[in-house]
């Protein structure tokens, strides 16, 4: 046994040696006090959090479990009788429904149509019904598979497949979410103040027009402010100035094109939440003030954290619709029937997907993900 503890000590001796060894010179610097020197230096709370690593599944869950409590607390705090709601939607117009389906459906056209230039102007050229077809099947994706791959990574993939050009693509599908989002806050906003919004409390107006002043003020100016604040050889930087990307800033008259676009599309939108109204018998909203609550739910929707915005949704449209004098049996029912067109533009999408051969690989979609924004 003693042999034993000898032979380990003559190791430990040695390890230290050659840990010695190894370190660097520093005969500049002062050697470390002891009560110091043999200590780990402590990590800060924001090194610690970086360290964290959480799955993209547990995140998934994490969303689901959002969109459960939220739709949850409807019922548990909102005090809703999901009977009446039942009630409701059976005595709902069909043929107001049916049209506002599909006036909804046919919504994806004038996205695809607005993505086709953004990703021609990149290089990216795909007719009309390629892009149409990938747009249903990204809401296929969102809605049904979001733990794979999301609707935005569907939408790169297949524009850019076959031509090595995946940052192209992803550029032309953040142009289009931004243009689409400047909209959505320029529509409340100019519904808040051209109508008649004194009901609406200022803790919503303040966040929307402040917003839409940011998305105005500063996006068009990103390529100077990343040039400036952080350099002209900085990542950032050379995306907004150096990249297939700029031509977004260059070519005016392609971004006056896409916002007319988004106008129109956002236009019918708001025609589809009219069409529903109508359809539950809600002709005691004002059309102001669709413009105002619609794009309010889609910016809620878009950040906060939750399963493809359910839950946060539901509990916005209810919350607009009664500031608007409508019953809580009502605004839950607008809210479900909302959904029930989205899951239903998401089922025409995994049609497409089943029927067009838009399978991905697990192999093509780790290809994308490592080559892109190289």
Not at 122 to 131: E, M, P, R, T
Not at 205 to 213: Q, Y
Request: glycine share 8%; hydrophobic share 50%; net charge positive.
């Amino acid at each position: 046994m003693s042999g034993k503890l000898s032979n380990l000590n003559v190791l430990e001796r040695q390890d230290a040696q050659v840990g010695r060894d190894m370190e660097p010179s520093t005969s500049s610097s002062a050697s470390p006090s002891p009560e110091t020197g043999s200590r780990p230096q402590a990590l800060s709370i924001t090194q610690r959090l970086s360290q964290i690593k959480i799955s993209k599944r547990a995140k998934l869950w994490g969303k689901i479990g959002i969109s459960i409590a939220l739709f949850a607390s409807l019922f548990l705090f909102g005090k809703v009788d999901l009977s009446k709601s039942i009630e409701v939607a059976i005595k709902a117009n069909r043929w107001y429904l049916a049209a506002t389906m599909a006036l909804f459906l046919a919504s994806t056209f004038l996205n695809a149509h607005r993505w086709q230039i953004f990703a021609s102007a990149v290089g990216l050229n795909k007719s009309l019904l390629q892009l149409v077809q990938y747009c249903f099947v990204g809401l296929f994706f969102n809605l049904f598979l979001p733990s794979t791959v999301g609707g935005d990574f569907s939408r790169c993939y297949y524009l850019s497949k076959g031509t090595g050009k995946y940052a192209n693509a992803f550029y032309s599908v953040m142009a289009d979410r931004t243009v689409g989002l400047a909209v959505l806050f320029l529509f409340a906003s100019v519904g808040m103040l051209f109508g008649p919004a004194g009901s609406l409390p200022w803790a919503m107006k303040v966040p929307i027009l402040a917003g839409t002043l940011g998305v105005f003020s500063i996006v068009p100016f990103l390529p100077v402010l990343s040039r400036r604040l952080l350099g002209a050889e900085s990542w950032l930087s050379r995306q907004f100035n150096d990249s297939p990307a700029k031509v977004y800033w260059q070519d005016r008259g392609l971004i006056a094109t896409t916002l007319f676009l988004s106008v129109v599309m956002q236009v019918v939108i708001v025609g589809c939440h009219i069409g529903v109204g109508l359809a539950l018998g809600l002709t005691q909203i004002p059309i102001w003030y669709y413009f105002v609550f619609y794009p309010s739910v889609a910016v809620l929707g878009f950040v906060t954290p939750s399963f493809n915005g359910i839950g946060i949704r539901e509990w916005a449209y209810t919350y607009f619709l009664t500031l608007a004098g409508v019953d809580k049996a009502h605004a839950l029912t607008y809210a479900i029937m909302w959904l029930g067109l989205n899951t239903l533009s998401s089922l025409v999408g995994g049609l497409v997907y089943l029927l067009g051969h838009f399978k991905i690989s697990n192999q093509e979609k780790e290809l994308f993900e490592s080559q892109a924004l190289q």
